[in-house]
């Protein structure tokens, strides 16, 4: 199923790397200076916030400093080897002769599968969808958020504050019950 993932605004940087033979690209400093756009009026690029975290969510100077300081580069060939999950076939191994997802459903280890209901970059439909290819008495699915909030995006699940409270607690449950197994 194609997805609706936001990492597809990434794709241009995997085809420009590999035409020019590019090593590294620079996210982190690519989001740093892109952030008082997104953070400051008149808000030209207030999109890419919500790609992170939902309003709200994590504490303005925290968001800040997350942006500008927490993002590294990232080799060319990691972006290269992601921008096959959006091809026919999924996400392969960089050989493109290993597709991850035939192999999911041989495993015999215990999976929890969780997502942000405003998860941008890893949808709940697109968790699903790999959630579906996992032998069903191993994998555990669970949306993080609720219709009248609070709301996940993609930090969320692990930055915002909310997670202390409502996602760590899910993730021991779920190891405690299966080192129990």
Same mark, same amino acid.
Not at 78 to 83: D, G, I, K, M, Y
Not at 143 to 148: D, K, L, M, R
């Given at each position: 199923?194609?997805?609706?993932?936001?990492?597809?605004?990434?794709?241009?940087?995997?085809?420009?790397?590999?035409?020019?033979?590019?090593?590294?690209?620079?996210?982190?400093?690519?989001?740093?200076?892109?952030?008082?756009?997104?953070?400051?009026?008149?808000?030209?690029?207030?999109?890419?916030?919500?790609?992170?975290?939902?309003?709200?969510?994590?504490?303005?100077?925290?968001?800040?400093?997350?942006?500008?300081?927490?993002?590294?580069?990232?080799?060319?060939?990691?972006?290269?080897?992601?921008?096959?999950?959006?091809?026919?076939?999924?996400?392969?191994?960089?050989?493109?002769?290993?597709?991850?997802?035939?192999?999911?459903?041989?495993?015999?280890?215990?999976?929890?599968?969780?997502?942000?209901?405003?998860?941008?970059?890893? +949808?709940?439909? !697109?968790? /699903?969808?790999? =959630?579906?290819?996992? #032998?069903?008495?191993?994998?555990? @699915?669970?949306?993080?958020? $609720?219709?009248?909030? +609070?709301?996940? !995006?993609? /930090?969320?699940? =692990?930055?915002?504050? #909310?997670?202390?409270?409502?996602? @760590?607690?899910?993730?021991? $449950?779920?190891?405690?019950?299966?080192? !129990?197994?």
């Amino acid at each position: 199923m194609s997805s609706r993932s936001s990492l597809k605004l990434l794709l241009p940087l995997a085809d420009s790397a590999q035409v020019l033979n590019v090593l590294v690209i620079p996210i982190g400093t690519l989001l740093a200076a892109t952030h008082p756009f997104a953070a400051n009026p008149p808000y030209l690029l207030s999109w890419l916030s919500p790609q992170i975290s939902t309003p709200d969510m994590l504490q303005p100077k925290l968001f800040e400093k997350l942006v500008t300081e927490n993002f590294e580069t990232v080799p060319a060939k990691l972006l290269l080897q992601l921008a096959t999950a959006f091809e026919e076939g999924g996400l392969r191994d960089r050989s493109g002769t290993f597709f991850y997802k035939n192999h999911l459903s041989k495993s015999n280890v215990p999976v929890l599968a969780i997502a942000g209901d405003q998860d941008l970059i890893c +949808p709940p439909d !697109a968790v /699903y969808e790999t =959630v579906k290819l996992i #032998l069903e008495p191993l994998v555990t @699915y669970k949306v993080f958020g $609720e219709p009248g909030g +609070p709301h996940f !995006a993609h /930090y969320d699940i =692990v930055g915002a504050q #909310l997670a202390v409270d409502l996602v @760590y607690p899910y993730i021991i $449950e779920f190891l405690n019950h299966h080192d !129990a197994a």
